[in-house]
């Protein structure tokens, strides 16, 4: 009921910048959190930034300082602004949003199709 779609990845040479969108669509009312995820080949699904509803945010320490998230509640979108961007910083990105299901009692996720960003050195 929640649809993700992500665009704004890419090449970039290192130093540079992307920013990254994440709109959301459906049942948005059940979302209590959104955040970026990334995964570089051979390795684990990372959280890189979450932002939740009172619009506290923390990020993975690899990234601070460098990357920015926010939203725009009116459009229904979360960003992620890449800044100094590294070759280790080169990975699939996955939005991702946090519900809770009241009948289940548990904590539900949907995620968007990923979107690539190379970093070149």
């Known amino acids: 009921q929640v649809q993700l779609v992500e665009s704004g990845g890419g090449l970039v040479q290192a130093g540079g910048s992307l920013r990254l969108s994440c709109a959301a669509s459906?049942?948005?009312?059940?979302?209590?959190?959104m955040g970026w995820y990334r995964q570089a080949p051979g390795e684990q699904r990372e959280l890189v930034a979450v932002?939740?509803?009172?619009?506290?945010?923390n990020y993975a320490d690899s990234v601070k300082g460098r990357f920015t998230i926010s939203r725009d509640n009116a459009k229904n979108t979360v960003y992620l602004q890449m800044n100094s961007l590294k070759p280790e910083d080169t990975a699939v990105y996955y939005c991702?949003?946090?519900?809770?299901?009241?009948?289940?009692?548990?904590?539900?996720?949907?995620w968007g199709q990923g979107t690539q960003v190379t970093v070149s050195s």
């Open positions: 991702n949003a946090r519900y809770y299901d009241f009948v289940t009692a548990q904590n539900g996720d949907y």
């Open positions: 459906g049942s948005i009312f059940s979302i209590n959190a």
């Open positions: 932002i939740r509803r009172d619009g506290s945010v």
